[in-house]
């Protein structure tokens, strides 16, 4: 990989750091009134996919899905305009944060129910082969949605049509409260695509620079049209489940664990070896984070302007055109 | 299949019908259907139609009929995994895809539901209006020859309930071409309710496509006594009623929704004003019903003219028994709108 796209990648981590850490800091005004799934902790897999995507690639996500949204190019100003429920968000304060929709940016739909999304991508990629349009589709659950029936209803049909489709499952080992070992038999996911006969690999998600260059290889073969893959990426959110705050204290998990998973954090990762490397600087890293603080700085500060939408469009917009 | 014979028997009887204009050429139900999805399969590339068994032998009673011979890799058979299906028609739909997916009864749709209300219904809602759903779910609906709790149920009152679904059920063939068509053409999910016990009944059907409006009803036969709201093949069952009714000197005004979302309560009003008195004869249960929920809509703008309570002609609240006794006890048809009515006029 060559710096510029290594470098490219730190920023597009960064990003997603920064901007979920100003949710994180804002939260408590009670102004932002829309849950919020935070991915600190599992920006590298949102950045090393997302780095192999063209605009008109289709993406779809889960309510985790800041990251993935950024990663993919969506307005920051116009997602924070969402949170704050403004007429200038990015579904005009209908979806709120679980359900960010950007069609120009190839994200039709963004379900919060698990599992939801993933039959909507299988859909999008029939859609795809049928009209021969040369894009892939790229669909992130988490290991909660494994659970779900509608995923090996969806891996069976990929399969059967051959799909232009990369199916990537965030482990981070937990559903809401639920430890995957409570859910699961075996950790074994990117092993149950292969009764499909679907090619499933696993990599680290804390190391974004084997995510993209797994990712890589996949979206590559799924541009070919060799049928639909799987990636499991192994990870941690670093909040809790939903909301700003830190659900060790709550008892929910051990505060060793967690702790153990910040000091595997990607970004720090990948800063190490870009400094290392001397593909980046301590001073650049510096004018980075900076230069994308003001983004958010700016973002922020649109969105908190914005106007609200009014109380009559409750009812516009339930069926489509009106 | 025996019910396949049993609808034969009850769909073709001898019916004066008002069903739209026509030119004299003649058409059964399920295939002005298969002509519809042929049109629309033959002028617009982005429609698919798929669904289990679309492209048997049998066809969906041959509403699919060879389709998949016309219209490779564009008709096609798939695994059973009804909610997964569903999501996939919401991903091809929200992608520029205009699909229709089949069920041969209505009772599999209750495994689609997550996808159907949690996600069609509302996904352009949620994204401000972004994006669009444009599919039809085609659904069969049946009853008799034993077929008992899990093989007959008429569920279209459940999508009542919900905004952002439209549904429809034809009762005629000229209805089930022209608003196959305008479901087709429509940018919203639509369930399209088909009772297998029409699919064998004839009425004029054009040649050339044609869109019958979603949300106009249609008045199957004028009267001004009694005014009968009769949803799909309970418009058949009136229609017999009101033949009989005609010879004891009662003259009934049959009222045909043809869709419950959107729904036209204008005609319906129009028609109690002149008879005063408002039935309501639908395929499915009574509690929570689509009878209870028009009779709901309805009550406070046709209070003023009513001379009698809403009468309703509707499932008693049980699931479908299989021996033909009890069908017997189940079932709603034309003697019972027949006594309905005289009721009504009590
Ligand atoms: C069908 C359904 N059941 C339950 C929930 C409640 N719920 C929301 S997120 C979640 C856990 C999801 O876990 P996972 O898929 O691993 O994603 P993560 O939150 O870890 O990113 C649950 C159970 C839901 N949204 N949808
Ligand atoms: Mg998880």
């Known amino acids: ?322 | 299949m025996p019910w396949t014979k049993v609808a034969v028997d009850h769909a073709t009887g001898e019916l004066s019908m008002n069903a739209g204009p026509g030119n004299g050429r003649l058409l059964t139900y399920g295939a002005a259907l298969r002509e519809a999805q042929y049109q629309a399969l033959k002028r617009d590339d982005r429609v698919f139609l798929m669904g289990e068994g679309v492209d048997d032998s049998g066809g969906i009673f041959g509403s699919t009929l060879n389709l998949h011979k016309d219209f490779k890799g564009r008709v096609f058979d798939t695994p059973i995994a009804e909610n997964a299906l569903t999501g996939f028609i919401n991903g091809a739909a929200l992608t520029g895809s205009r699909p229709i997916l089949v069920h041969m009864r209505m009772d599999f749709m209750l495994l689609s539901f997550d996808q159907i209300l949690n996600h069609a219904a509302k996904l352009c809602y949620m994204s401000g209006g972004r994006v669009r759903v444009p599919w039809v779910v085609r659904t069969l609906v049946g009853r008799g020859w034993g077929s008992a709790a899990q093989h007959s149920q008429s569920l279209h009152a459940f999508f009542m309930h919900m905004p952002g679904i439209k549904i429809v059920m034809p009762s005629s063939a000229y209805d089930a071409k022209g608003l196959l068509l305008a479901s087709i053409a429509d940018d919203n999910p639509v369930v399209f309710v088909e009772h297998r016990w029409l699919y064998d009944l004839k009425t004029d059907v054009p040649k050339d496509e044609y869109l019958i409006p979603l949300g106009k009803g249609f008045v199957r036969k004028s009267g001004k006594d009694v005014t009968v709201v009769a949803l799909s093949l309970m418009v058949l069952e009136s229609l017999k009623a009101a033949d009989s009714l005609k010879k004891e000197g009662i003259d009934i005004e049959v009222i045909d929704p043809r869709t419950l979302h959107p729904f036209d309560e204008e005609i319906v009003i129009e028609s109690v004003k002149k008879t005063g008195r408002l039935i309501i004869a639908d395929q499915g249960w009574k509690s929570g019903g689509a009878a209870e929920i028009i009779a709901g809509r309805l009550c406070n703008k046709i209070r003023p003219y009513l001379k009698s309570d809403i009468g309703f002609v509707t499932l008693p609240d049980a699931p479908t028994p299989s021996s033909p006794a009890l069908e017997e006890g189940f079932y709603r048809n034309a003697r019972d709108i027949v006594s309905c009515v005289k009721e009504t006029l009590r």
């Open chain 1, 1 to 322: 990989m060559d710096n510029i796209s290594i470098r490219q990648i730190y920023q597009t981590c960064l990003i997603i750091r920064l901007f979920e850490e100003r949710v994180v800091a804002l939260y408590p005004e009670q102004k932002m009134r829309t849950p919020v799934h935070l991915c600190l902790g599992q920006e590298a897999i949102a950045a090393g996919v997302c780095f192999h995507l063209k605009l008109k690639d289709y993406l779809f996500t889960t309510h985790r899905c800041h990251g993935h949204c950024i990663a993919k190019g969506v307005s920051l100003r116009a997602m924070m305009a969402e949170f704050y429920g403004k007429q200038t968000g990015l579904c005009s304060g209908k979806g709120g944060s679980m359900h960010l929709v950007d069609p120009e940016r190839g994200i039709v739909a963004t379900s919060a129910i698990v599992g939801g999304g993933i039959p909507l991508a299988v859909g999008a990629a029939l859609s795809v082969k049928l009209k021969k349009e040369k894009r892939v589709v790229v669909v992130f659950f988490g290991d909660g949605a494994v659970d779900e029936g509608v995923f090996y209803e969806s891996l069976n049909f990929a399969a059967l049509k051959k799909l232009p489709i990369l199916f990537v499952c965030e482990n981070n080992f937990y559903a809401t409260n639920s430890t995957q070992e409570s859910r699961q038999p075996l950790d074994n996911i990117f092993e149950r695509a292969r009764i499909f006969g679907i090619p499933g690999f696993r990599c680290d998600g804390n190391d974004a620079l084997k995510v993209t260059n797994l990712a890589g290889r996949l979206v590559a073969k799924v541009r070919q049209q060799k049928g639909p893959m799987l990636l499991e990426c192994r990870t941690y959110r670093w909040k809790g489940h939903v909301g700003p705050d830190c659900d060790s204290e709550k008892g929910y998990r051990p505060k060793d664990e967690i702790d153990a998973w910040i000091r595997k954090c990607p970004l720090k990762k990948l800063e190490k070896y870009c400094l290392k490397k001397r593909i980046l600087t301590i001073e650049g890293i510096e004018e980075i984070r900076l230069k994308l603080s003001k983004e958010i700085d700016e973002a922020v500060e649109w969105a908190q302007e914005g106007p609200l939408p009014l109380k009559a469009d409750v009812t516009q917009n339930v069926t489509y055109g009106d």
